[in-house]
C-alpha cells in the first residue's frame, strides 16, 4: 500500500530558483493538503484542495501556487524560492467520513533548503 | 486568535505511565485529533475525540473536555519506541486541522 507518495524526498535550491513538489495519493481520497513544519512550531497549512480542480489558501500561502488537475495528484509550486522558505513538507490526503473522523494520511516529507 | 498549548519536552522511564496535555482556544470546534510523528518521519493518526469522555486504544487513550478546551493523551506501559513526538490537533468551524507545535517524549530505560 503506497498511500500517499511525495517526490522528491530532498532538494537545495538557490534563491530565485523555482520548483514543484509533487504529491500523490491511491487511497481515493477527496482532500488534498500541503502544509510546512518548521522547528518548534505547529504543522501551518499553505493550500489545501477539496477536489479536483478546485484549490483554497490555507495560513501561508504566499509564495507558493498549487494544482489539482487530477484527483490523486496534488501539486505544490514555489516560483522564486526565498531562505525562508526552508522547510519540511508534507502532503496529506483525507476522506469524507462519519462525523468528520476521518483523520488526514501524511507522506513522508520533502526536505528543503534553500540558498 | 487560535492557539493550541502542548509541553515542548517531556520525559519518563521504559514501563511507566505517561500524560500529555493539550488546551486549546479556537473558532468552532469539530474533534480533536491525536498523531505521533517519529524523528525524520511523518505523522501518524493515534485518536479522535469530538465528545467529552475517554476513548481508549490498547496502550493509548485520549480523554476530551470541550468545556474546559482540554484533552490529553495517555501512554501507559511505555516502550522505547514511544519515544517521538506527540502532536495535537483542533479541527476549527472551517473544518481546518490547527496544529499545536508537539510534545517530544524522551523514554529512558
Same mark, same amino acid.
Given at each position: 500500500? #503506497?498511500g500517499v507518495t511525495q517526490t522528491p524526498k530532498f532538494r537545495v535550491l538557490k534563491t530565485g530558483?523555482?520548483?514543484?513538489?509533487? =504529491? &500523490? $495519493?491511491?487511497?481515493?481520497?477527496? /482532500?488534498?493538503?500541503?502544509?510546512?513544519?518548521?522547528?518548534?512550531?505547529?504543522?501551518?497549512?499553505?493550500?489545501?484542495?477539496?477536489?479536483?480542480?478546485?484549490? &483554497?489558501?490555507?495560513?501561508?500561502?504566499?509564495? /507558493?501556487?498549487?494544482?489539482?488537475?487530477?484527483? $490523486?495528484?496534488?501539486?505544490?509550486?514555489?516560483?522564486? #524560492?526565498?531562505?525562508?522558505?526552508?522547510?519540511? /513538507?508534507? =502532503?496529506?490526503?483525507?476522506?469524507?467520513?462519519?462525523?468528520?473522523?476521518?483523520? $488526514?494520511?501524511?507522506?513522508?516529507?520533502?526536505?528543503?533548503?534553500?540558498? | 486568535?487560535?492557539?493550541?498549548?502542548?509541553?515542548?519536552?517531556?520525559?519518563?522511564?521504559?514501563?511507566?505511565? !505517561?500524560?500529555? +496535555? %493539550?488546551? *486549546?482556544?479556537?473558532?468552532?470546534? +469539530?474533534?480533536?485529533?491525536? *498523531?505521533?510523528?517519529?524523528?525524520?518521519?511523518?505523522?501518524?493518526?493515534?485518536? @479522535?475525540? !469530538?465528545?467529552?469522555?475517554?476513548?481508549?486504544?490498547?496502550?493509548?487513550?485520549?480523554?476530551?473536555?470541550?468545556?474546559?478546551?482540554?484533552s490529553y493523551l495517555l501512554l501507559k506501559e511505555l516502550q522505547m519506541k514511544d519515544s517521538a513526538s506527540?502532536? %495535537?490537533? !483542533?479541527?476549527?468551524?472551517? @473544518?481546518?486541522?490547527?496544529?499545536?507545535?508537539?510534545?517530544?517524549?524522551?523514554?529512558?530505560?
Open positions: 500500500n #503506497a530558483q523555482s520548483m514543484t513538489l509533487l =504529491c &500523490a $495519493q491511491d487511497m481515493n481520497h477527496e /482532500y488534498m493538503y500541503w502544509y510546512r513544519q518548521d522547528p518548534g512550531m505547529g504543522l501551518r497549512l499553505i493550500h489545501y484542495s477539496v477536489g479536483e480542480g478546485t484549490t &483554497a489558501k490555507g495560513e501561508v500561502p504566499d509564495g /507558493y501556487n498549487v494544482s489539482r488537475l487530477k484527483k $490523486q495528484n496534488f501539486l505544490l509550486g514555489l516560483e522564486s #524560492a526565498a531562505p525562508s522558505q526552508t522547510s519540511v /513538507y508534507f =502532503c496529506a490526503s483525507s476522506t469524507l467520513g462519519e462525523e468528520g473522523r476521518q483523520p $488526514q494520511h501524511f507522506g513522508d516529507g520533502t526536505r528543503l533548503s534553500i540558498l | 486568535g487560535q492557539n493550541i498549548d502542548q509541553p515542548t519536552e517531556m520525559t519518563a522511564t521504559e514501563g511507566a505511565i !505517561v500524560q500529555i +496535555n %493539550c488546551t *486549546y482556544q479556537t473558532s468552532g470546534f +469539530n474533534g480533536l485529533f491525536w *498523531y505521533q510523528q517519529h524523528a525524520g518521519e511523518a505523522p501518524t493518526f493515534l485518536s @479522535y475525540n !469530538v465528545l467529552d469522555g475517554l476513548e481508549e486504544k490498547g496502550r493509548f487513550s485520549s480523554f476530551l473536555s470541550r468545556s474546559k478546551g482540554y506527540y502532536l %495535537c490537533a !483542533v479541527r476549527d468551524s472551517n @473544518y481546518q486541522l490547527i496544529w499545536g507545535a508537539g510534545t517530544k517524549l524522551i523514554i529512558k530505560p
